[in-house]
């Protein structure tokens, strides 16, 4: 796996965190901040053929 696929993994897995917290606080703004940088991540991962699943996050 090269540096760009880890680092986007990363930064999935990172993100879902980041919103599944955001939401278990009840903060709709930040779960819709998070939201929305998850939907660009997953974007982005699809554009350059990086499969994203369960096990790889």
């Known amino acids: ?30 779960a819709e901040v998070e939201q929305a940088e998850l939907e660009d991540l997953h974007r982005l991962a699809a554009e350059h053929g990086v499969k994203v699943t369960a096990a790889s996050v």
């Open 1 to 30: 796996m090269d540096a760009f696929t880890a680092g986007l993994l990363q930064r999935i897995k990172a993100t879902e965190s980041d919103l599944t917290m955001a939401r278990e606080t009840g903060d709709d703004f930040l």
